[in-house]
């Protein structure tokens, strides 16, 4: 059994930050990519970022410069600090990671429950 769990979402001003995290659990061997995606309502889930295993990052165009995402390999951890934030950036935030199971042949694709984001004032 694997799981994902967010954390860090909630309603802000536009202009100010928020940081989520996203923390993996259960029989893990690895992880390769882990990222994340949002949804508005009435839209399609769209990539925010993603990161690989050894740090390399991308990111959506509407974010760049103002979103960060990072990882803790030790916790098996992904960030999303989101600074400068718009109202156009609310959304769900759901956290992804492609992740190697003991005993078993991968990756499989991951997802957390989702965190609401939103920017408002």
């Known amino acids: 059994q694997v799981q994902l769990v967010e954390s860090g979402g909630g309603l802000v001003q536009p202009g100010g930050s928020l940081r989520l995290s996203c923390a993996a659990s259960?029989?893990?061997?690895?992880?390769?990519?882990m990222g994340w995606y949002r949804q508005a309502p009435g839209k399609q889930r769209e990539l925010v970022a993603r990161?690989?295993?050894?740090?390399?990052?991308n990111y959506a165009d509407s974010v760049k410069g103002r979103f960060t995402i990072s990882r803790d390999n030790a916790k098996n951890t992904v960030y999303l600090q989101m600074n400068s934030l718009k109202p156009e950036d609310t959304a769900v935030y759901y956290c992804?990671?492609?992740?190697?199971?003991?005993?078993?042949?991968?990756?499989?694709?991951?997802w957390g429950q989702g965190t609401q984001v939103t920017v408002s004032s």
């Open positions: 990161i690989t295993s050894g740090g390399s990052t």
């Open positions: 259960g029989s893990i061997f690895s992880i390769n990519d």
């Open positions: 992804n990671a492609d992740i190697i199971k003991l005993f078993r042949p991968g990756p499989t694709s991951y």
